[in-house]
């Protein structure tokens, strides 16, 4: 825009400059013609030359004349290049004349010209005998000297205000280039394969790396005493259950069954939610990587050796897949879908990883009974269990849904369309490679 106006200002100053010494140019001509002219026995003499050419160039546009006004003066006097034209002059009621006698007007000319006209009527002798001068300019011509300047102004103004915005987005972006590296180093942070920023940097923003380096830093070290906090919160809980195990051993009966199974529960329960104060920890502060495809395999492994009457298949769609995540906790997710396939199905369990827009999609399916629609929210609800008659806590399919949904993917349980039972699929976030 600033462009814009500077070329408008620029137009308009030199329209308005050319115009008036053009107009000025015109009443010098006009003199001249005056000089020139006298009266030889009552009629106009005289050969005016205002020194330009194009006054002796047929339908130049430029022109002069000289008439007679006062009755006792005869004979005219015109340019050649005016020929045999006539141009009119308007009432002095509608263009009067000015303090210095004299008055502007335009008037159209030969082959549509727009003519600029000075004019001015003098008295040549003592006969009080009076003529009318006018030198008339061709104000077309004049006008497209204007227009072709404004037309080249903005042109190269444009090219000037491009070549500009050229360069400064040039050196905009070369300037940008170290936060540009900061970005990238992190997405590598976040993706877990740099651990702090480089601080190679220029001097403006090299403490701002520093700076997030040192949070960086704080954040690890919040979170190793967050685990520091939870091991030792597990270790003690271990033994007083430990003796509760035992003693309900020792108690025997009924009495002991309720407190073994009870015991049990509270094991697997302080277990999640330690687990899953840890997935929290973990996601404020530094992304982990795992890879996928080794952790699967040997899962499979472990769950063929539990289960050798059944077969058990390995499906994989997507061998490089990494999980943006802990490998224990991708383990346990994992590993109690595989249980709990391995308890309900028939004879085949498979396991699939495949890629999906969200991320990656881990499928455990078997070919047991499967679950009514109307039982899926049960299976999810902490505790419940469908089928007494199985050993179990009820905890496994809760703790994978609350575990999957920390770390922001999703578990849907549903019929496996090929081998009829249930399909468990977990969608979870990858990193970068």
């Given at each position: 825009?600033?462009?814009?106006?500077?070329?408008?200002?620029?137009?308009?100053?030199?329209?308005?400059?050319?115009?008036?010494?053009?107009?000025?140019?015109?009443?010098?001509?006009?003199?001249?013609?005056?000089?020139?002219?006298?009266?030889?026995?009552?009629?106009?003499?005289?050969?005016?030359?205002?020194?330009?050419?194009?006054?002796?160039?047929?339908?130049?546009?430029?022109?002069?004349?000289?008439?007679?006004?006062?009755?006792?003066?005869?004979?005219?006097?015109?340019?050649?290049?005016?020929?045999?034209?006539?141009?009119?002059?308007?009432?002095?009621?509608n263009v009067p004349f000015d303090t210095?006698?004299?008055?502007?007007?335009?008037e159209p000319g030969p082959n549509g010209?727009?003519?600029?006209?000075?004019?001015?009527?003098?008295?040549?002798?003592?006969?009080?005998?009076?003529?009318?001068?006018?030198?008339?300019?061709?104000?077309?011509?004049?006008?497209?000297?204007?227009?072709?300047?404004?037309?080249?102004?903005?042109?190269?103004?444009?090219?000037?205000?491009?070549?500009?915005?050229?360069?400064?987005?040039?050196?905009?972006?070369?300037?940008?280039?170290?936060?540009?590296?900061?970005?990238?180093?992190?997405?590598?942070?976040?993706?877990?394969?740099?651990?702090?920023?480089?601080?190679?940097?220029?001097?403006?923003?090299?403490?701002?790396?520093?700076?997030?380096?040192?949070?960086?830093?704080?954040?690890?070290?919040?979170?190793?005493?967050?685990?520091?906090?939870?091991?030792?919160?597990?270790?003690?809980?271990?033994?007083?259950?430990?003796?509760?195990?035992?003693?309900?051993?020792?108690?025997?009966?009924?009495?002991?069954?309720?407190?073994?199974?009870?015991?049990?529960?509270?094991?697997?329960?302080?277990?999640?939610?330690?687990?899953?104060?840890?997935?929290?920890?973990?996601?404020?502060?530094?992304?982990?990587?795992?890879?996928?495809?080794?952790?699967?395999?040997?899962?499979?492994?472990?769950?063929?050796?539990?289960?050798?009457?059944?077969?058990?298949?390995?499906?994989?769609?997507?061998?490089?897949?990494?999980?943006?995540?802990?490998?224990?906790?991708?383990?346990?997710?994992?590993?109690?879908?595989?249980?709990?396939?391995?308890?309900?199905?028939?004879?085949?369990?498979?396991?699939?990883?495949?890629?999906?827009?969200?991320?990656?999609?881990?499928?455990?399916?078997?070919?047991?009974?499967?679950?009514?629609?109307?039982?899926?929210?049960?299976a999810l609800t902490r505790g419940k269990?469908?089928?007494?008659?199985?050993?179990?806590?009820?905890?496994?399919?809760?703790?994978?849904?609350?575990?999957?949904?920390?770390?922001?993917?999703?578990?849907?349980?549903?019929?496996?369309?090929?081998?009829?039972?249930?399909?468990?699929?977990?969608?979870?976030?990858?990193?970068?490679?």
């Open positions: 825009m600033s462009f814009v106006a500077i070329a408008t200002i620029i137009s308009t100053i030199y329209g308005e400059a050319r115009l008036q010494s053009f107009k000025q140019l015109l009443s010098a001509h006009l003199f001249s013609v005056i000089a020139s002219v006298s009266v030889n026995d009552g009629t106009l003499a005289g050969r005016p030359d205002p020194g330009e050419v194009r006054y002796s160039s047929p339908l130049s546009g430029w022109y002069w004349s000289v008439e007679p006004v006062a009755d006792n003066l005869k004979g005219s006097l015109k340019s050649v290049s005016l020929g045999d034209w006539e141009i009119d002059s308007p009432s002095t009621l210095s006698f004299q008055r502007s007007y335009i010209q727009q003519l600029s006209v000075v004019e001015t009527e003098v008295v040549l002798d003592a006969e009080n005998r009076v003529a009318r001068f006018r030198v008339m300019g061709n104000l077309s011509e004049v006008e497209g000297e204007i227009a072709h300047f404004r037309n080249t102004l903005y042109f190269y103004l444009g090219i000037f205000g491009l070549g500009g915005t050229l360069i400064n987005a040039a050196v905009i972006l070369f300037g940008l280039r170290p936060l540009d590296r900061v970005r990238r180093s992190l997405a590598d942070i976040r993706e877990g394969k740099v651990s702090r920023l480089d601080e190679r940097l220029p001097d403006e923003i090299a403490p701002l790396a520093r700076e997030m380096n040192a949070l960086i830093e704080n954040n690890r070290r919040i979170m190793e005493r967050s685990r520091t906090q939870v091991g030792n919160l597990a270790h003690s809980l271990k033994t007083p259950l430990s003796v509760l195990v035992n003693e309900s051993r020792t108690i025997g009966g009924t009495d002991g069954r309720i407190i073994a199974e009870q015991t049990k529960a509270m094991q697997v329960q302080v277990q999640h939610y330690l687990q899953r104060a840890r997935v929290a920890a973990q996601r404020d502060s530094v992304v982990f990587r795992a890879l996928v495809t080794p952790i699967l395999t040997r899962l499979v492994r472990v769950t063929t050796k539990l289960n050798p009457e059944m077969d058990v298949q390995f499906n994989n769609y997507m061998d490089d897949a990494i999980f943006a995540g802990e490998q224990e906790d991708l383990e346990e997710v994992v590993g109690n879908l595989l249980e709990n396939a391995g308890k309900w199905g028939r004879s085949v369990i498979r396991l699939t990883l495949a890629k999906v827009d969200s991320g990656l999609e881990i499928s455990v399916e078997d070919d047991g009974a499967g679950l009514a629609p109307g039982q899926i929210k049960d269990r469908l089928d007494e008659s199985k050993p179990g806590t009820g905890l496994g399919l809760s703790i994978v849904h609350d575990t999957v949904r920390e770390y922001g993917g999703t578990l849907r349980l549903e019929r496996s369309a090929d081998l009829g039972g249930l399909a468990a699929r977990l969608t979870l976030p990858v990193a970068g490679n």
